[in-house]
Structures are given as C-alpha cells and as structure tokens.
C-alpha cells in the first residue's frame, strides 16, 4: 500500500476501510448499546480520578503544607499534571519514588529519604502524605514508617505528618480527599479541644471543589453575613495567585493554627455530603458546638437553605444584599427561562455536583435526562431519583449508577438530549453526538478561566444561566436558516 507521496506504508492492522465504516455505524446502534450496558468487567474513560489525586488536592488547601506522594512517581506525575493542567498554576507536590526494590522489600526507605529531602530542601509547615496503588497493593504501614521516621529524628517532633491510605483500586478522588482532610484535621486538633472554650467561628467544609470560584464565592457570602469562619482546605489561593513576578511555593491555604481550633468551633457544615462522608461522621464525635450538613448550594432553592441555615446558627438575619442578590437571580433566571425550557441535559460527575446540577436544570424547566456517575452509592441513586421524580420536569430523567463515558456516549447517540454537562473527558462522546459540551466539573483541560467562575450561590446561578443559555442562541445564530437570522433571540 501507498500514500499520497507515493511512498510504502506498511498497514498497522488488517481492517478495511469498509469494516471500519460497519463498526462505527453499529455502536451507534441499540443493538451496540444493550451489549456495552451488559458490559461489567471493563471500564471505558471512567467520570473519575484516583484517591490520591483528591488527597493531593485537599493538602493544598493548608497552609505551608507539602503534598507527599508515598509510591511512584509516574503517579504523582500524573495528579501533579491533572491539577496544573486544570487550574493552570504549578501544584507543588513530592513524591518517594518507590520503584522494584520498594515493590519487593517495602516503602520505608524511600518514604524516609524522601521526607529527609522534602523537608531539608522546601521546608514546609506540614507534610501531607498519601499513598499510590504500588504501597497500597504490598501492604506497606505508613503508622509504623512515619513513627519510624520521628525516632529516627528525620521528621522534627512538632512537624505534623498527617497522612492518609488512598487505594485507587477503590472509591475515586473524592474519597481520597475525605481521607486525607480527616487525617489532617485528626492529627492538627489532637489535644486541642478545651472544654468551655468556643472560637464563635463557623467551620465551612466545601468537600471536593476544584472551582477556586466557589470558594471566594463562600467567603464573600460569609464576609455580608458577618460570620467570622475558617474555611478547611481553601485552595482559592493556592491554585488562582497573583502573578506578580514572585513564585511562592505556598500561596495559600487554610492556616494550620485555624485548623487546629476547628474542634472548639461554634458550628461546622459541610456543604459536600458525599466528599466530606468520613470526615464529617467523624467531625460530629469529635467537634464542639452545632454540626449540619447540606447540599452544595447550586440554585436557587439550595442557595436559600444554606443562607437560611448561616442566619440560623449564627442568629443573623440574611443580609439585604444577599436578599437582593436573590432577586436578581431569579430575574436572570425568568428572563432566560424559556431557552432552556424543555430542553434535555445529559449530566454526569462527583455526587455533590450532580445533586446541584439536577436541581438547578429543574428549577429552569429543563430535564436532567440522562444523570451518570462513575462511582456512586445506592443512596446517592435514590437521592437523585427522588430529586428527579418530586419535578414535573424530570419524570423523564434516568440515573445511571457505576458507569462510564463510554455508556454515555451509547446513551447520547441511541436516545439524543440537547446539551451535556460534565468535564472534558466527555468531550468525545458530546461530538460523536454532535452536542454541546457545558465544561462545569473537574477537570477541564481545554478551556480558561472555568475554575475562577462560581457555581454556588444566587451569583453561580446566574452564571450558569448565562452560560447555558447564550451557548444555546450561539447554536441557533451559527445554524439557522437566513430567514430566522434575527436580531432579537
Ligand atoms: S490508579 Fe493507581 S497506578 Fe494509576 S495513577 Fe492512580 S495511584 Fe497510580
């Protein structure tokens, strides 16, 4: 066989070009669908990462705190690069390089010269460190290795060395976040609770958010309020800091010392049920003062019960601002209600994110058609399902629990919606079905500036709209036929 220039090219495989045509038209099919819903011993670009990535991304929201990836380090290449490939800012992390021998005799060695290294050469106020599928997989004692290491005097005795068991070979990112925010808030408040002692502060647990939006977006609401808060792994600073000319390997973070009085607070809530599970169970046995837990408030009616709930803890009426931040959200969202009226979404990511995004797309008149998470819970299934069913607008919505990108994109070309939200690891699949892809989860490698825009809030809601619907008048002016080309929309 030849090219264009004349020169031999040896086929890589024997198909033909008409048997290529046959197989892409047949998983287009129901008949190609009903087998790849059969599927179970394969996953195909799962909605998720890894433990260890979510227990990266919780270390950056501590202060002076160094990440330390116990395992190999392709893995920790790996979260390093889907954090700075996402937020577009360094993620300063380390890793003990485990290779052959650590897989044969054990970790401790590397874990003991690497926190020499770490500590010697980027001096943190904390290290942070997680585990990858090789120490999980021989076993290896990360209690014994760090005690080991303390009376070895490699690691200082008042360095916190908070660290977490983050198998990838179960949960996804958001359970290593959990682990690794329990673990640092464990080993930071130890012998800090005082009986009778109440900081007045609200502590605000946002779970796995990788918007540093959303964040400031928390801290703005509780700055009108009036609430004095510390906010656990704030990565708002760490991964969106000034670029001033002056690179600092800790650019943010909560402070370790905030962190510590956390246990004598005045209240905690966590605003991500699903990614702060252990911690917050663990919290509410632990912690003084009122403990609550809410949806992440993603539109109208979950923004209302979180600010609702801030003026009940703290007795503080909701300020005017916010009241009037409300009334323009809805008027954003009347205004722009008939585009998205009617219209069909494909959503699919973590728990918390999907909860919100259900909720918002109904109180806009759309159906949430096809909700997909890679690594859900039947609880998480019936809570969405019952989301769904309380809407005239979601009776026609469908959850589809523990599958991939690859079933969605079955879902996408065998029974068409309108618009997919996720991250862009379905941007694949929304083009195979010649659909718009709305970028609002983690990560998004191939647009800008996504992760400084809010979603929570009455401002995220107008936001989303915003988004959402002038995308949808984009489609129209880009495709309509001249006659339809109109000034107003
Ligand atoms: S799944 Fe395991 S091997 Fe793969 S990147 Fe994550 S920790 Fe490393």
Request: hydrophobic share 40%; with cysteine.
């Given at each position: 066989?030849?090219?264009?220039?004349?020169?031999?090219?040896?086929?890589?495989?024997?198909?033909?070009?008409?048997?290529?045509?046959?197989?892409?038209?047949?998983?287009?099919?129901?008949?190609?669908?009903?087998?790849?819903?059969?599927?179970?011993?394969?996953?195909?670009?799962?909605?998720?990462?890894?433990?260890?990535?979510?227990?990266?991304?919780?270390?950056?929201?501590?202060?002076?705190?160094?990440?330390?990836?116990?395992?190999?380090?392709?893995?920790?290449?790996?979260?390093?690069?889907?954090?700075?490939?996402?937020?577009?800012?360094?993620?300063?992390?380390?890793?003990?390089?485990?290779?052959?021998?650590?897989?044969?005799?054990?970790?401790?060695?590397?874990?003991?010269?690497?926190?020499?290294?770490?500590?010697?050469?980027?001096?943190?106020?904390?290290?942070?460190?997680?585990?990858?599928?090789?120490?999980?997989?021989?076993?290896?004692?990360?209690?014994?290795?760090?005690?080991?290491?303390?009376?070895?005097?490699?690691?200082?005795?008042?360095?916190?060395?908070?660290?977490?068991?983050?198998?990838?070979?179960?949960?996804?990112?958001?359970?290593?976040?959990?682990?690794?925010?329990?673990?640092?808030?464990?080993?930071?408040t130890?012998?800090?609770k005082v009986e009778g002692r109440c900081t007045g502060r609200l502590n605000l647990l946002p779970g796995?958010?990788?918007?540093?939006?959303n964040y400031r977006e928390y801290k703005r609401i509780l700055e009108a309020f009036g609430i004095p808060y510390t906010l656990v792994?704030d990565?708002?600073?760490?991964?969106?800091?000034?670029?001033?000319?002056?690179?600092?390997?800790?650019?943010?973070?909560t402070k370790?010392?905030d962190a510590?009085d956390s246990v004598n607070g005045k209240a905690t809530l966590t605003l991500g049920a699903?990614?702060t599970?252990?911690?917050f169970?663990?919290i509410k046995e632990e912690y003084s003062g009122v403990h609550a837990s809410l949806p992440m408030p993603?539109?109208v009616a979950k923004t209302d019960a979180f600010l609702l709930k801030l003026s009940q803890l703290f007795g503080k009426p909701v300020p005017e601002s916010l009241k009037a931040e409300r009334g323009?959200a809805?008027?954003?969202?009347?205004?722009?209600?008939?585009?998205?009226?009617?219209?069909?979404?494909?959503?699919?990511?973590?728990?918390?994110?999907?909860?919100?995004?259900?909720?918002?797309?109904?109180?806009?008149?759309?159906?949430?058609?096809?909700?997909?998470?890679?690594?859900?819970?039947?609880?998480?299934?019936?809570?969405?399902?019952?989301?769904?069913?309380?809407?005239?607008?979601?009776?026609?919505?469908?959850?589809?629990?523990?599958?991939?990108?690859?079933?969605?994109?079955?879902?996408?070309?065998?029974?068409?919606?309108?618009?997919?939200?996720?991250?862009?690891?379905?941007?694949?699949?929304?083009?195979?079905?010649?659909?718009?892809?709305?970028?609002?989860?983690?990560?998004?490698?191939?647009?800008?500036?996504?992760?400084?825009?809010?979603?929570v809030g009455y401002q995220g809601?107008?936001?989303?709209?915003?988004?959402?619907?002038?995308?949808?008048?984009?489609?129209?002016?880009?495709?309509?036929?001249?006659?339809?080309?109109?000034?107003?929309?």
């Open positions: 066989m030849s090219n264009e220039l004349g020169l031999t090219v040896k086929p890589v495989c024997g198909i033909s070009p008409e048997d290529e045509a046959r197989v892409a038209a047949w998983i287009d099919t129901e008949e190609y669908r009903q087998k790849n819903f059969a599927r179970q011993a394969l996953t195909i670009n799962p909605a998720h990462a890894c433990q260890p990535l979510g227990a990266e991304l919780a270390a950056h929201g501590f202060e002076g705190t160094l990440p330390f990836v116990h395992g190999s380090q392709g893995c920790a290449s790996y979260y390093r690069s889907t954090l700075n490939r996402h937020f577009r800012e360094p993620a300063p992390a380390v890793s003990d390089s485990m290779t052959e021998d650590g897989a044969v005799f054990g970790g401790q060695n590397n874990l003991h010269e690497g926190l020499e290294n770490a500590l010697a050469l980027y001096k943190p106020k904390m290290v942070a460190v997680f585990t990858s599928c090789m120490p999980e997989i021989i076993g290896d004692d990360l209690t014994a290795f760090i005690k080991n290491a303390r009376a070895k005097g490699i690691v200082p005795k008042d360095l916190p060395v908070p660290f977490a068991n983050t198998p990838s070979f179960n949960g996804s990112h958001v359970q290593g976040y959990d682990a690794m925010v329990l673990a640092i808030l464990q080993t930071l130890a012998g800090r796995f958010d990788a918007n540093t939006g792994a990565i708002s600073d760490t991964f969106d800091s000034p670029n001033d000319g002056t690179y600092r390997l800790y650019p943010g973070g370790l010392e510590a699903y990614a599970a252990k911690t169970a663990w993603i539109g323009r809805v008027d954003a969202m009347t205004d722009a209600q008939q585009y998205l009226h009617g219209k069909k979404f494909a959503v699919y990511g973590d728990a918390d994110l999907l909860l919100g995004y259900v909720s918002f797309l109904l109180e806009m008149g759309a159906t949430p058609y096809h909700v997909l998470c890679s690594k859900g819970s039947k609880k998480l299934e019936k809570e969405l399902q019952a989301l769904l069913d309380a809407s005239p607008y979601g009776k026609a919505g469908k959850v589809y629990m523990n599958r991939d990108l690859w079933h969605l994109r079955s879902l996408l070309v065998t029974d068409p919606v309108d618009a997919v939200i996720g991250d862009t690891h379905g941007k694949f699949a929304a083009r195979d079905a010649k659909v718009p892809l709305f970028r609002l989860g983690f990560p998004i490698f191939d647009r800008v500036n996504k992760h400084r825009v809010p979603l809601a107008i936001n989303l709209v915003t988004e959402l619907v002038n995308k949808f008048l984009d489609l129209k002016d880009e495709t309509c036929e001249e006659r339809f080309f109109e000034m107003m929309r």
